[in-house]
């Protein structure tokens, strides 16, 4: 059986405004619904711009940090949700929230949507560990970059792509940029210090790509060709 888990970046659900990205959606769950090449897929959406708006709010509120996840959390599922309704009767029809859930979920021949499981663990970070609790032969980060960058390809115009990169060389690039930001809610970054000690446990390989270039995700999924982006392996 092959199987796959594809991360969706909230960032691609929203426009740059806040606003729904009908277009990607619509566009993704067409391309999705084409392949038939993997028996299993599980699809894990993250919060985005949408999350950080709530939490921004909690925050000014003084609310903690654990209940700000909590809020990430729910966003993430009604993201979840939103690609769920889309793909109708290919899928699971309900958001598994934990991995008694997901164990549930896997007893049915449909496509299992997902969003964040608990607090302090980005999405990223939950789709590396289903990845890895079900032996994955793919795992797949779409994102609104196309890979990762030696430094913040958002603020520094001569960021470098990165395209293949070891867990070691990632450790480095995450440390240099991180900062007491990272692991508070909603600021977690395309890949992160728990996402990386799970894989290098699970010895897996993962792919970060764009997800702006649907096209190419279509040849891909479709016609079974390469994606390009950064491959992060041991």
């Given at each position: 059986?092959?199987?796959?888990v594809?991360?969706?970046?909230?960032?691609?659900l929203?426009?740059?405004d806040?606003?729904?990205?009908?277009?990607f959606?619509?566009?993704f769950?067409?391309?999705?619904?084409?392949?038939?090449?993997?028996e299993?897929i599980?699809?894990?959406?993250?919060?985005?711009?949408?999350?950080r708006e709530?939490i921004?709010?909690?925050r000014?509120?003084?609310?903690?940090e654990?209940?700000?996840d909590l809020?990430?959390?729910?966003i993430?599922?009604?993201?979840s949700?939103?690609?769920m309704?889309?793909l109708k009767?290919k899928?699971?029809?309900?958001?598994?929230?934990?991995?008694?859930?997901?164990s549930?979920?896997?007893?049915?021949?449909?496509i299992?949507?997902m969003?964040?499981?608990?607090?302090?663990q980005?999405?990223?970070?939950?789709?590396?560990?289903?990845?890895?609790y079900?032996?994955?032969?793919?795992?797949?980060i779409?994102?609104?970059?196309?890979?990762?960058?030696?430094?913040?390809p958002?603020?520094?115009?001569?960021a470098k792509?990165?395209?293949k990169?070891t867990y070691?060389?990632?450790?480095?690039?995450?440390t240099?940029?991180?900062?007491?930001?990272?692991?508070?809610?909603?600021?977690?970054?395309?890949?992160?210090?728990?996402?990386?000690?799970?894989l290098?446990?699970?010895?897996?390989e993962?792919l970060i790509?764009s997800?702006?270039?649907?096209?190419?995700f279509?040849?891909?999924?479709?016609?079974?060709?390469?994606?390009?982006?950064?491959i992060?392996?041991?």
């Amino acid at each position: 059986m092959k199987k796959i888990v594809i991360k969706v970046g909230g960032s691609l659900l929203l426009t740059k405004d806040n606003e729904l990205n009908s277009e990607f959606i619509s566009k993704f769950c067409q391309i999705i619904k084409e392949g038939n090449k993997y028996e299993r897929i599980i699809i894990v959406c993250g919060g985005g711009s949408f999350a950080r708006e709530y939490i921004g709010f909690l925050r000014k509120e003084k609310v903690n940090e654990a209940f700000c996840d909590l809020m990430g959390i729910d966003i993430s599922r009604i993201n979840s949700k939103l690609i769920m309704y889309c793909l109708k009767d290919k899928v699971y029809p309900k958001i598994p929230k934990n991995f008694e859930d997901l164990s549930l979920a896997l007893q049915f021949e449909k496509i299992i949507i997902m969003g964040g499981i608990q607090p302090g663990q980005s999405t990223t970070s939950v789709a590396v560990e289903i990845a890895e609790y079900i032996d994955a032969n793919n795992l797949i980060i779409l994102t609104d970059v196309p890979g990762i960058y030696d430094k913040d390809p958002h603020t520094y115009s001569d960021a470098k792509l990165i395209k293949k990169v070891t867990y070691d060389e990632l450790y480095e690039i995450l440390t240099k940029s991180s900062n007491s930001k990272q692991s508070a809610a909603g600021e977690y970054r395309i890949f992160d210090m728990v996402s990386l000690q799970i894989l290098r446990r699970s010895k897996m390989e993962v792919l970060i790509t764009s997800g702006y270039k649907l096209d190419e995700f279509r040849k891909f999924w479709v016609d079974d060709k390469s994606l390009n982006g950064t491959i992060i392996s041991p």
